[in-house]
């Protein structure tokens, strides 16, 4: 009975339910559910957008309905968008101060340790509810260097409009897939960043998305441009509690890296198992640019995630490194794509799929090498666990040469954990599930180096927690 006892005592010390607490819906106004061309209107009215940004809502409505749904990739048989409620506004005004912000609001970020990051860590903060940010900052010294963060809403209408009009949905286009389109009709919310030519962001930015709502959708879209010689890390978290019914995440992430720009883009999506995740990201890279993706992506019922960069000019360059944890009752299908447009570009693409309690986890790549990228570099690496016999993992590389000058590179192993390392660990006086979560997170050990200290740490308790059992 004392053993059963102290092996609860460890699951509340790292329990998930920080992420499943459930706020009253408060809501100051949401659109009926479905999808019309009323309801896109309503949400354009509501959200007082220019002639422009409406007119381009009803366009991506019209493609939206005459697209299909992928029929590649893990089913989507359980969204039913005439049940999903595109836009709910919480019942607050965006906030520039933390203490203004409504308390019970306020107290779910503060549980998930956002103000405290902020305070320790970090250069700004935007933190988004449902479908609107409701508090966003950025500290005096960074904006001093002219760095622009500020709500997507506040730029659409500010003195930043212009820069919105030039770069919005250019590098993905509504015409790209159908939740792509979705994402254009009824997008709501999200961060703009601007970081001016030679400036050097030293602390990161973040943006935390929050749906409270059961039966909704969020849809911020996230526009950050790096000028030439500028660098950035931005940091996304987004979660969600468990409901019994659909949720729907289809944001949208558009990066623009100048010439000998650098920016890293690190996630931690921790999304609930209800949740329909098909986020679309994408970065374009100037003459001499770097993208960098961490990415870690743990829950969600079904996750199509590809995170794409176009290396644009001569001498770009991209680094992605991934972890995806599939567990009972969950489809994930992530990976990246990268296309080399021009000469002496680089990619490398390192990943690790986990999956267990018959979990599926699917890694796809897709490497494109232009006629005239001459010299060109990349090399896809992927790693697999599987901890049960019940549970699958798929590796589906596509690469697409057009020219003999390049030197481009793929490898996948695929596992599981092996029965004498468990048992060496035992012998070591560990518990069968610490020894299991002990080896899983030294399998993820290269990718959480790349995390920022907190997200690491999440990891690594969701791994755990994983392995405990302790996730409905």
């Known amino acids: 009975?004392?053993?059963?006892?102290?092996?609860?005592?460890?699951?509340?010390?790292?329990d998930r339910s920080v992420y499943d607490i459930k706020d009253k819906v408060n809501a100051a106004f949401e659109v009926n559910s479905g999808l019309t061309a009323e309801i896109v209107e309503q949400i354009s009215k509501e959200k007082h957008d220019p002639d422009w940004m409406r007119e381009f809502r009803l366009k991506a409505l019209d493609i939206y309905n005459k697209a299909s749904i992928p029929?590649?990739?893990?089913?989507?048989?359980?969204?039913?968008?005439?049940?999903?409620?595109?836009?709910?506004?919480?019942?607050?005004?965006?906030?520039?101060?933390?203490?203004?912000?409504?308390?019970?609001?306020?107290?779910?970020?503060?549980?998930?340790?956002?103000?405290?990051?902020?305070?320790?860590?970090?250069?700004?903060?935007?933190?988004?509810?449902?479908?609107e940010v409701v508090y966003h900052n950025v500290k005096e010294e960074v904006a001093a260097q002219g760095v622009v963060y500020t709500d997507m809403e506040s730029?659409?209408?500010?003195p930043y409009?212009?820069?919105?009009?030039?770069?919005?949905?250019?590098?993905?286009?509504?015409?790209?897939?159908?939740?792509?389109a979705l994402h254009g009709a009824v997008w709501s919310g999200g961060s703009f960043v601007y970081v001016p030519a030679g400036v050097h962001v030293d602390i990161p930015l973040q943006s935390y998305f929050r749906l409270n709502a059961p039966g909704a959708g969020q849809f911020e879209h996230t526009?950050?441009?790096v000028d030439k010689?500028?660098?950035?890390?931005?940091?996304?978290?987004?979660?969600?509690?468990?409901?019994?019914?659909?949720?729907?995440?289809?944001?949208?992430?558009?990066?623009?890296?100048g010439k000998n720009a650098r920016l890293r883009y690190s996630t931690i999506e921790n999304w609930s198992k209800n949740m329909y995740n098909l986020n679309t990201k994408r970065a374009l890279v100037e003459e001499g640019g770097t993208i960098e993706w961490v990415s870690g992506s743990f829950g969600s019922h079904v996750s199509y995630l590809y995170p794409m960069s176009i290396l644009k000019g001569k001498g770009a360059k991209m680094e992605f490194t991934g972890i995806t944890f599939a567990g009972k009752g969950q489809n994930l299908d992530t990976g990246a794509k990268v296309v080399h447009s021009a000469p002496d570009t680089s990619s490398y693409i390192n990943t690790k799929s986990i999956s267990k309690d018959g979990g599926i986890s699917t890694f796809r790549s897709c490497v494109v090498v232009a006629k005239n990228a001459k010299n060109a570099k990349s090399s896809v690496s992927c790693q697999s666990l599987m901890l049960d016999a019940i549970s699958r993992s798929d590796t589906i590389p596509a690469m697409d040469i057009r020219t003999k000058d390049a030197n481009v590179g793929h490898e996948a192993q695929i596992g599981s954990i092996s029965d004498e390392a468990v048992f060496y660990l035992m012998s070591r006086g560990m518990s069968e599930e610490d020894a299991r979560a002990c080896i899983v997170s030294g399998f993820a050990d290269?990718?959480?180096?790349?995390?920022?200290?907190?997200?690491?740490?999440?990891?690594?308790?969701?791994?755990?927690?994983?392995?405990?059992?302790?996730?409905?």
């Open 1 to 14: 009975m004392r053993a059963f006892e102290t092996e609860k005592t460890e699951v509340a010390e790292i």
């Open 71 to 131: 029929n590649w990739g893990p089913s989507l048989e359980g969204l039913d968008m005439r049940n999903i409620v595109t836009y709910v506004r919480p019942n607050t005004e965006m906030r520039g101060k933390w203490s203004d912000v409504p308390d019970d609001i306020k107290n779910t970020f503060e549980r998930l340790g956002i103000p405290q990051a902020e305070r320790s860590s970090l250069a700004g903060v935007g933190a988004q509810y449902d479908s």
């Open 446 to 472: 290269n990718v959480s180096k790349e995390l920022p200290l907190e997200y690491a740490v999440e990891m690594n308790n969701l791994i755990r927690l994983e392995m405990k059992g302790s996730i409905g």
């Open 229 to 257: 010689g500028a660098y950035l890390h931005f940091i996304e978290g987004c979660s969600a509690p468990k409901y019994n019914v659909a949720n729907l995440h289809a944001g949208c992430v558009e990066l623009f890296v």
């Open 161 to 180: 409009a212009d820069m919105v009009k030039e770069h919005f949905m250019k590098c993905v286009p509504p015409t790209d897939h159908k939740f792509a």
């Open 155 to 158: 730029a659409l209408t500010g």
């Open 223 to 225: 526009l950050i441009i």
